[in-house]
T-cell receptor, first 114, second 111 residues
């Protein structure tokens, strides 16, 4: 089944404890992206990747890192999480021509930073 | 810079009533516009895209370049339409294809 998977789905952690949220897609998509969803703010893009080893900042990159060493994986790294990063995170992927293609979203990861 | 505005956070309509979810955008070139829907406890999924000009689940959206709008419409709302709706714009920005989402509108269909 073609899909985007994220792990973990739920995570509660404490301030300053490094964490990684994994994202994987099995559709051979070139474009991948991370979003955070907050009430009243909708979806805001954190980072995106046009292809392997090509990543760029979205609208709210502060406090996050990403890597794209393989086409299928696009992990989101929080080196020192803070409470303001408590949010619902979505990974998404899309075929090469993003402009005309939909994004396929993962199920979301609900992160709470205490 | 590209921007998407959805002015209504919540839209409540009665079952059978017409629905119009507003979306306005700002972009100087020719954007591609999408509507995504998120049902309760489910992931976001594409509802429709402007380039395909199709009707999905009775919803349609027309791109009005003069008014820079891409409103989502349905003539008769159903209870199963209750969900969060996001308008999204995809366009070139700094040499890369960038996607910007609106803040979303929650549609509540009252039985």
């Amino acid at each position: 089944e073609a899909q985007v998977t994220q792990n973990p789905r739920y995570l509660i952690t404490v301030t300053g404890k490094k964490l990684t949220v994994t994202c994987s897609q099995n559709m051979n998509h070139e474009y991948m992206s991370w979003y955070r969803q907050d009430p009243g703010l909708g979806l805001r893009q954190i980072y995106y990747s046009m292809n392997v080893e090509v990543t760029d900042k979205g609208d709210v990159p502060e406090g996050y890192k990403v890597s794209r060493k393989e086409k299928r994986n696009f992990p989101l790294i929080l080196e020192s999480p803070s409470p303001n990063q408590t949010s619902l995170y979505f990974c998404a992927s899309s075929p090469r021509q993003l402009q005309y293609n939909e994004q396929f979203f993962g199920p979301g990861t609900r992160l709470t930073v205490l | 810079a590209q921007r998407v505005t959805q002015p209504e956070k919540l839209l409540s309509v009665f079952k059978g009533a017409p629905v119009e979810l507003k979306c306005n955008y700002s972009y100087s070139g020719s954007p591609e516009l999408f509507w995504y829907v998120q049902y309760s406890r489910q992931r976001l999924q594409l509802l429709l895209r402007h380039i395909s000009r199709e009707s999905i689940k009775g919803f349609t959206a027309d791109l009005n370049k003069g008014e820079t709008s891409f409103h989502l419409k349905k003539p008769f709302a159903q209870e199963e339409d209750s969900a969060m709706y996001y308008c999204a714009l995809s366009a070139l920005s700094g040499g890369y294809q960038k996607v910007t989402f609106g803040t979303g509108t929650k549609l509540q269909v009252i039985p």
